[in-house]
């Protein structure tokens, strides 16, 4: 009987939270006519948007699964000086605000920034450009990919590897045929749920780069100038757009991992 009970309290304040969650979107989906949505749709500004947060949010998971999972590994498996340092600086960009990321990212890598004038110099700029929007989705995204992996290579009995390394194999070879695929579960959902994450990033954006305009930066723009009814088909269409490819992403892993 209290067992039940119990079941059925948690029930209840589970449905509470995803009420909370689907009720502003769902309203939101359903608050533009379908001619205002086919309009907003086809306004290239808006397409532009949306095609443009697509695309540096995946530039900037990739360069984050290039850097990060050997950062993960070296994590999972070694114990050095300063490990807990790292691990606290991995997580630092959940912590500080965005639009304090927006500054500091601007000291450094904005025209009179250090990397800024040295990649000035072969022709690459970060303030209003596709490179700064992608390292500031870049810096508050990686965590979740990086703590993925590391928690995955941690998940992987090293003796496993060093069967591996007994019977022939390099470290390489070790990493890439035993560690990695026994961590791949965990590396592919940190990976969609990065660049979740970078779809929605606006904060340091739109200090670094404010043009052009991803979708979010270019709502909140038509919201302050043109008001709710001007942005809320903008809105439906990111929410849709993120919500069937986050979904989609969300079943490919489910396959992989049956």
Request: proline content about 6%; cysteine-free.
């Amino acid at each position: 009987m209290r067992s039940s009970l119990m079941k059925a309290g948690f029930i209840l304040l589970g449905a509470v939270l995803l009420i909370f969650i689907l009720w502003p979107l769902v309203q939101t989906i359903f608050s533009s006519s379908p001619k205002g949505l086919w309009t907003t749709i086809l306004d290239p500004k808006v397409r532009g948007a949306i095609g443009l947060t697509f695309y540096a949010s995946a530039i900037a998971t990739v360069i984050a699964i290039l850097t990060g999972i050997p950062l993960a590994y070296l994590l999972a498996r070694h114990e050095f000086p300063g490990k807990g340092l790292i691990e606290g600086l991995i997580d630092l960009p959940i912590v500080v605000p965005h639009t304090a990321v927006g500054i500091a990212l601007l000291m450094v890598f904005g025209r009179e920034g250090l990397l800024g004038k040295a990649f000035g110099a072969i022709g690459v700029r970060f303030v209003s450009s596709v490179p700064g929007i992608v390292i500031a989705m870049l810096f508050v995204s990686m965590p979740f990919l990086v703590n993925a992996a590391r928690d995955g290579f941690a998940a992987v009995d090293p003796r496993l590897e060093g069967v591996a390394r007994t019977l022939g194999a390099g470290p390489w070879t070790a990493f890439r045929k035993v560690a990695l695929p026994l961590a791949w579960r965990n590396i592919l959902s940190g990976t969609i749920l990065m660049w979740a994450r970078g779809l929605s990033e606006f904060g340091a954006v739109v200090i670094l780069a404010y043009h052009p305009m991803i979708a979010p930066v270019l709502l909140y723009e038509r919201f302050e100038s043109y008001g709710l009814d001007y942005a809320r088909p903008v809105a439906v269409w990111v929410i849709l757009s993120s919500l069937a490819v986050f979904v989609g992403l969300r079943m490919l892993a489910g396959r992989r991992k049956k």
